[in-house]
């Protein structure tokens, strides 16, 4: 008897456990949330009036004078960019420049800087390099870009400053020939390190 009374209460137990499972079951569920972020390298420039820029010295107006250029600078231009990045296949990113087309004329160096960033977005903004003397090899002029946005237009970003000067190698003004004006084509690319 006392076994048959010990497996009665056994047997109940285990239909009030097992039917507490089943409750349980009814009571709730699980499901899967997948989130993906893209990844994001997107570069543009930005003007007020165009990204054409003009440069050129001025011509001396007395006899003897050199051309003058000390005020041939531009600084219309500014880098805007969106980036995400990768923490282990591609943690940062660089902003290369280069001509792409046309030369500098003999005589002359062109150099481009990038200012800090204007403050206008988020995340871990790259930092400008020391001014780069531009030719046909890719340069990096701002480092570091992680996941960031810079905002979009004039006055977002890192604002480039162009400066055209003789280069002070010794013979460079007499390289100097008016028909070598010329219009160059330059590239900036966001680019993974």
């Not at 250029?69 to 282990?88: L, R």
Request: glycine share 10%; charged share 20%.
């Amino acid at each position: 008897m006392k076994h048959t009374l010990y497996f009665t209460l056994l047997s109940a137990v285990f239909i009030f456990c097992t039917e507490q499972l089943f409750a349980q079951d009814d009571n709730d569920d699980v499901h899967n949330v997948i989130i993906q972020l893209p990844e994001v390298a997107l570069l543009d420039l930005e003007a007020a009036a165009g990204t054409s820029i003009s440069l050129a010295p001025k011509a001396p107006n007395e006899a003897g004078q050199a051309l003058d250029f000390s005020g041939e600078t531009n600084s219309d231009i500014w880098i805007n960019y969106s980036s995400i990045v990768g923490s282990k296949k591609e943690p940062s990113r660089d902003i290369m420049v280069q001509i792409t087309g046309g030369s500098v004329p003999e005589g002359l160096l062109l150099t481009v800087s990038a200012g800090e960033d204007a403050g206008m977005g988020d995340g871990r903004m790259g930092k400008p390099q020391a001014p780069v003397i531009l030719n046909k090899i890719s340069q990096k002029v701002i480092t570091g870009v992680g996941s960031s946005y810079t905002g979009n237009g004039v006055a977002k970003g890192h604002q480039l400053t162009y400066s055209l000067a003789l280069d002070e190698k010794e013979g460079s003004y007499e390289k100097l020939d008016f028909d070598n004006s010329n219009t160059l084509a330059i590239t900036y690319t966001l680019t993974d390190q």
